[in-house]
């Protein structure tokens, strides 16, 4: 597994993400019947625990939601950011 996508750095495994912002912008701007039930609810999450990047589907990654422990697959690792404090 790399440890980087070709434009961004993806975030170590087991360790806290969120959205990158410019992400996070896009989606507010999109309509929201487009999406599947399941994305709608990953993307009301605000963290998430970055699992890892799914191993024979390269740039696509596992995070599970902090509040609800809900697993989501196939989210661009590129749309993440680790999480500082």
Not at 9 to 28: A, G, H, S
């Amino acid at each position: 597994m790399s440890n980087t996508h070709d434009r961004l750095p993806i975030p170590r495994e087991n360790t806290l993400v969120t959205f990158r912002p410019e992400y996070r912008e896009w989606i507010d701007k999109q309509d929201r019947a487009s999406f599947s039930a399941n994305v709608l609810e990953a993307i009301e999450s605000e963290t998430f625990y970055f699992l890892s990047e799914i191993s024979n589907v390269e740039g696509r990654c596992l995070v599970a939601a902090v509040g609800t422990g809900k697993v989501f697959g196939g989210f661009h690792t590129e749309s993440f950011i680790e999480v500082t404090f």
